[in-house]
């Protein structure tokens, strides 16, 4: 495993711990298929881990580089507002770590095509 590089999942949370069946999932799935990464799942709030206990436990694991992605639907206030900070944060705290942060997934037209196609289907 490849303990240099790391994909975290950053979800928001909820209080019902059934809300991050799917995002367990999706860290799982991610992991099947990129077996040689460390893949984690981090939340904004409401569950654990949060995203600075995750990426301390990396750093402590020799990580130095992080690829970031918010597992949200829109560049909504969360994403653009809350996590900026967190990752800046971070950042000041662990100058010898990458993080790269990209774009809510919902703003891939990959996985809007997929949504798409699954809401169509229930017709």
Not at 19 to 36: I, N, T, V, Y
Not at 110 to 116: P, W, Y
């Amino acid at each position: 495993m490849n303990h240099t590089q790391a994909l975290i999942l950053f979800a928001h949370g909820a209080r019902d711990p059934r809300w991050a069946h799917p995002f367990e999932r999706l860290q799982k799935l991610a992991q099947e298929q990129k077996p040689d990464t460390i893949v984690k799942l981090a939340f904004l709030e409401l569950m654990e881990p949060r995203l600075p206990a995750v990426v301390t436990d990396l750093v402590a694991a020799g990580c130095m580089q992080i690829s970031l992605v918010p597992v949200f639907l829109g560049q909504g206030g969360h994403v653009l507002r809350d996590l900026p900070p967190m990752v800046e944060e971070l950042r000041a705290h662990y100058p010898q770590l990458s993080i790269t942060v990209s774009d809510a997934v919902g703003e891939s037209p990959a996985v809007l095509d997929a949504i798409a196609a699954y809401c169509i289907s229930q017709l």
